[in-house]
């Protein structure tokens, strides 16, 4: 249940408006709080991909949530 729930958070289409939410970013720390060391690598991996196809401000927000992990 847990990784279903996380692989849902940072699902591509959801990951940006949560991003931009205030109330959804602390969910995406909240998740990663909580998340095994290989979950947390596995999402760490992901989210490098995603910062080159981004824009600068959710590049930003992007690289703290790395920086989180």
């Known amino acids: 249940m ?3 729930m ?3 958070l940072f699902n591509t289409s959801k990951l940006s408006s ?4 205030k109330y ?15 979950e947390k690598s ?3 991996e992901y989210l490098m991909k995603k910062v080159s196809f ?4 959710e590049k930003a927000r ?3 949530l790395i920086d989180m992990i």
């Open 42 to 44: 596995e999402i760490r």
């Open 54 to 57: 981004s824009s600068n401000k």
């Open 24 to 38: 959804g970013n602390y969910v995406l720390q909240k998740a990663i709080h909580i998340m095994s060391y290989d």
């Open 62 to 64: 992007l690289n703290a």
């Open 6 to 8: 996380i692989k849902e």
């Open 2 to 4: 847990k990784k279903r």
């Open 18 to 21: 949560l991003l931009k939410n």
